[in-house]
């Protein structure tokens, strides 16, 4: 019985198509294996594939016929197959796991910025633009205090009010960002190779994307320091309408104290690119020390595999909290003029921040930002700028707070899986 494999096979050869017939152009000349070496030159081994049969990176397919006792061949001796009986199978790929862990740190560091520290918000913006008030809040022992008094008079909604109009200034803001740089030459980030004339550009196209979503950005203010006593059950939807109403002159009737778009487009933008510009600023900053520090202990080759990991992610967001706090507290004073300019004439009712209950109109008759700042400094004096300034300190130690228990759980996750 003949085999079913010519003779002569050695597979590179028979696909070439040479075959022992004179239309190829000869005969085939055939060469016998006689050792296991030979095996080799025919069978191919398939090509890696990152992900496929369970390997790591790096890591390479075993080699057909390779024992998985190691050999005298040359060279540092393949690992048998995983999925084989001789070892234990590995477990969890060390990268998807920082991928996974990295995410989570981002998620948790944007949970807390926008819904964690909303009470915060409401109840600083509630003290800014109550120039009735006698008690400042300036240390966070008062704040939690009317916190307290608000969620036992009027729920924990009292605290929560506005949180969706939040989210859609942020969405009106990058969109009209995307849109304005899409179809103008104003660049959307500045390269490293920046000059005078693209930072101008760049700074415009904030300016332009702040006057854009101005006036949604006065209907989230109004939603988040109305008062929930006589507070409708508004749709979440209720921010564009009142923004919308607000450019063409419809809507909610207001009183003839209320101040035009146009003259608060000077302290909006002003306040959005200082607070963007200084950001910036502390950002670079911190992140170089932090880099030059992590340089530093890499070359005295004292760093750790779980610190090596952390340094991937956590410096990033130390400089975006350092700025965010940085920018917060040098513009506050200019934020406080800027929510009572635009709270101004809305027929608006807030919260009693004395008493913890009651509800107090807004009244102001400031002509404009300078008649504004000088109104603040001669009744209220120069703390009347930093009326609720202890929401803030509450606001930025829950936020570091969570960065820490983030990290250490991240450690741990860390430090159980090396």
């Not at 890696?48 to 890591?59: C, F, Q, V």
């Amino acid at each position: 019985m003949h085999p079913r494999r010519p003779e002569g096979f050695d597979g590179l050869g028979y696909r070439g198509g040479v075959r022992d017939d004179p239309a190829f152009g000869g005969p085939f000349h055939a060469r016998a294996f006689g050792s296991g070496t030979d095996l080799g030159h025919w069978v191919t081994t398939p090509p890696d594939i990152p992900g496929s049969r369970n390997l790591h990176w790096g890591e390479k397919s075993p080699s057909y016929g390779v024992p998985s006792a190691p050999t005298t061949l040359e060279g540092p001796a393949e690992e048998p197959f995983p999925g084989g009986g001789d070892g234990p199978r590995p477990g969890p790929s060390s990268e998807q796991l920082n991928r996974f862990a990295g995410f989570g740190i981002g998620l948790a560091s944007l949970f807390t910025e926008n819904v964690l520290a909303h009470p915060c918000i409401v109840l600083r913006r509630q003290c800014q633009v109550n120039y009735h008030a006698r008690h400042y809040h300036l240390t966070p022992f008062t704040v939690i205090n009317i916190m307290y008094s608000f969620n036992k008079t009027q729920g924990p909604r009292a605290l929560w009010k506005g949180m969706g109009s939040t989210f859609i200034v942020q969405g009106v803001t990058l969109g009209a960002e995307g849109i304005i740089s899409e179809f103008t030459p104003l660049p959307r980030e500045v390269s490293h190779k920046w000059n005078p004339k693209l930072i101008g550009e760049h700074l415009l196209l904030k300016c332009l994307t702040y006057m854009v979503a101005m006036p949604f950005y006065s209907a989230s203010l109004i939603e988040t320091v109305q008062s929930e006593i006589i507070r409708d059950n508004t749709g979440i939807l209720e921010c564009i309408r009142e923004g919308i109403g607000r450019v063409i002159g419809l809507g909610v009737p207001h009183s003839k104290r209320l101040l035009p778009l146009f003259s608060l487009i000077f302290p909006t933008v002003l306040h959005g690119v200082l607070h963007y510009i200084i950001s910036s600023i502390i950002q670079k900053i911190v992140l170089l020390i932090l880099k030059r520090k992590t340089y530093n202990s890499h070359l005295a080759e004292s760093t750790s595999p779980v610190q090596s990991m952390l340094d991937a992610y956590f410096p990033e967001l130390i400089a975006n909290f350092a700025a965010s706090l940085c920018s917060d507290v040098i513009l506050y004073p200019l934020e406080t003029v800027l929510h009572r300019l635009h709270i101004q004439g809305t027929r608006t009712i807030i919260d009693n921040t004395d008493l913890g209950y009651e509800v107090l109109p807004i009244n102001t008759q400031y002509e404009g930002m300078r008649d504004c700042i000088n109104t603040i400094k001669q009744e209220e004096g120069m703390f009347g700028f930093y009326k609720g300034f202890g929401a803030v300190i509450i606001q930025y130690t829950l936020h570091a707070a969570i960065l820490q228990i983030t990290k250490i759980i991240y450690s741990t996750l860390l430090q159980n899986s090396i």
